[in-house]
DNA sequence: TGACTTAATGAACGGCCAGTCGGTAAGTAC
DNA sequence: GTACTTACCGACTGGCCGTTCATTAAGTCA
């Protein structure tokens, strides 16, 4: 019934590469056109292959936001987690280390990642509870460790560890949603690295003990 | 050509009264289901009246939403402006007044709509653009000129007043955000307030120019 | 009361796209 | 070579929803 309309495409099969190449090619066009406004045919012609091919991989439209999560961001959660085990420094020394590699994430594309969960948790509430199980409740709990380290050693004012962990990343997240969202369609500049300087310097100050510079 | 098909509703003409509620039924579901996934007969549903009705008073449903921006948002950045202006005691105190009016705001629907510009900004720039206008460009002027002036009378260290914004406005962000997003689909729960009172603590200690508690 | 104005209605239209599935061709075994 | 397996393709379907517009009825005025 249906007529291959005109020279088919050459084809290569790489069972092995597509899972990747497709998560890859679906965080590019999510990051600027949000999840819902981008079509998988999109995705697929970005990643080279027919838009039936992603259904190989994966089972819904969801379920491969999901795998983006999951690939792209989780693995960077991981690596900051191991950095906070290994260190042995002060604690306003491992905060410096968490927000300088909070700033380097800002730089790339998985800094779309937050502003996509947000804007469809509503949606898709699977992938809200993906990313509050495996990215915020794990995030949370580090740097809640972190604080409390601090303020047992003597360090840190005895502040609730709990409420300081949104005081601390709000910061980050504001400059990392900043990019992605309203940056592009204002001539209003901020630049990361220094707000980012300002506020661990500012954070630091203001959590510390007693008489620190 | 059209049969109306049964008992025809009720009809009311109040042509005074139905932006404010078309406006208002507009909100509340994109609150919680975002603005893409809303229908505009559910709008026209919840505000009583047909779906045709919404087009004598917007032209568009993007047009409705930068209304929605507009009517509910603004007017609480006038009323913080204002605020500013006639405040006499220390930068301090101003910057306690503001972030209590920003926790009140927190606890509205209106908190909703950060979330829904950041959603929605790649789809619809001329939203991205309004906000950015109208809300952020006054409310980062606004809040530059009173670490300006903190610094100038010698009560904040001399910080970079554009970099101090982001560092201020981060944390009641991320807590409005929370709220309006993940915190619906887990357990982890923030008491605003109390995080609200921790940053500010925090960020007033660590802006202040010497000795101060 | 009847003529007129205009707010309000909702069926129908048109465009869009996730997901399906019959079919093609690359690779493999013999 | 031939038969077989399976990755891959893309036209098509079904449903959804923003927008239109012919029609209806509420209000107004003489």
């Known amino acids: 019934m249906q007529i291959p309309s005109r020279a088919p495409k050459r084809r290569f099969r790489r069972k092995d590469a597509r899972p990747s190449e497709i998560v890859e090619a679906a965080l590019a066009l999510f990051t600027d056109r949000g999840f819902a406004a981008t079509r998988l045919e999109d995705v697929a012609a970005r990643?080279?292959?027919?838009?039936?091919?992603i259904y190989l991989y994966f089972p819904t439209k969801e379920e491969l936001f999901r795998a983006v999560?999951?690939?792209?961001?989780v693995p960077n959660l991981d690596a900051i987690?191991?950095?906070?085990?290994?260190h042995a420094g002060s604690s306003a020394e491992l905060l410096l280390g968490v927000a300088a590699r909070a700033q380097q994430l800002i730089a790339t594309d998985i800094a779309a990642i937050p502003k996509l969960v947000l804007a469809e948790s509503g949606n898709f509430p699977a992938i809200a509870q993906l990313y509050a199980e495996e990215v915020a409740?794990?995030?949370?709990?580090?740097?809640?460790?972190?604080?409390?380290?601090?303020?047992?050693?003597?360090?840190?004012r005895p502040l609730d560890p709990h409420c300081l962990v949104p005081v601390f990343t709000g910061p980050?997240?504001?400059?990392?949603?900043?990019?992605?969202?309203?940056?592009?369609?204002t001539d209003i500049q901020f630049d990361p690295a220094k707000v980012i300087e300002t506020h661990v310097d500012v954070f630091l100050r203001g959590i510390?003990?007693?008489?620190?510079?």
Not at 69 to 73: A, Q
Not at 142 to 152: D, K, P, T
């Open 47 to 53: 990643a080279g292959i027919g838009k039936g091919t």
């Open 69 to 73: 999560v999951r690939r792209r961001l």
């Open 81 to 86: 987690e191991a950095m906070i085990a290994r």
């Open 137 to 156: 409740k794990r995030g949370l709990a580090m740097l809640e460790r972190v604080f409390a380290r601090g303020i047992a050693s003597g360090e840190f």
């Open 172 to 185: 980050l997240l504001q400059m990392a949603l900043w990019q992605q969202s309203l940056g592009r369609h």
């Open 208 to 213: 510390a003990a007693a008489s620190d510079a």
